[in-house]
């Protein structure tokens, strides 16, 4: 099975992919929604997490981006399916984690993309060799040309060969190739070339000498008293003194 041996850093990431209803029936289960009824999930995007109000203490906002569904027990899955399908033309911001029971997690997505309207987007990540996570988390959500649309969304626990879907290596190498891009993008276009040399700023010649002038023609500061016997004398008394 050709899955990602690296898990919680490479995803398979499945855009606009179709195929006919029932083809990955006999080996995946819709997973249940935790908190929800039923497998799918109908969301309408709220405004980000505020964790405090000012001028009103003990409030906060809370949005509504995760969704967790569950992993029945008792069973082991190659591969889990996310499909988040939205409601108009969209950009959205998803995550995908699988939780296990030592508290860890693995994160497959984290990306922001543009959709259009019924346009399905699927992720798929893999689980952990002898591990059964008992939950997944998608996150969908955004700001800009986010606020207030809908998505629903549906997560299945598959097995069998991840191949036998139609049209998984043609969007397996779509995906590897837009990876590379986004990692070339980051480099600087210059990156071969070496850094130039500091140079210090020109000093004016003029400016010098005027500084140096008025250093030389200051007056010397008054001279200070010297303490005797608890009587304070300048040195100009004390050098007529002697």
Partial sequence: MLLPKKLGLVAITIATL???EGAIAETCIPLKVIGGQGTLQRKEVSVPSVPFIP?????????????????????????????ITPEGNVTYGMEMHLKYS??????????????RE??????VASSRPENAPYEVNVLVGGVDNALGT???????ACNGELDNIPGINDVRQHQE??????????APANASEPAPEFEP???????????????????????????RDGNVQRDSDVRRAN
Avoid: C, M
Avoid at 118 to 123: M, N, P, S, T, V
């Fill in 18 to 20: 179709t195929w006919a």
């Fill in 55 to 83: 001028f009103v203490p003990f409030v906060s906002i809370n949005n509504n981006w995760n969704t967790d569904f569950s992993v029945p027990g008792g069973r082991v899955f190659d591969y889990y399916i996310a499909t």
């Fill in 102 to 115: 030592n508290r860890t997690n693995d994160k497959f997505l984290d990306h922001t993309i543009d959709l």
């Fill in 118 to 123: 019924g346009e399905q987007y699927k992720i």
């Fill in 150 to 156: 809908y998505y629903t969304l549906l997560v299945e």
């Fill in 177 to 186: 190739f837009k990876w590379e891009q986004a990692e070339q993008s980051i």
């Fill in 201 to 227: 700023e020109p000093v004016d010649q003029d400016v010098t000498e005027i500084e140096i002038r008025r250093e030389r023609d200051r007056p010397a500061p008054p001279s200070s008293p010297t303490v």
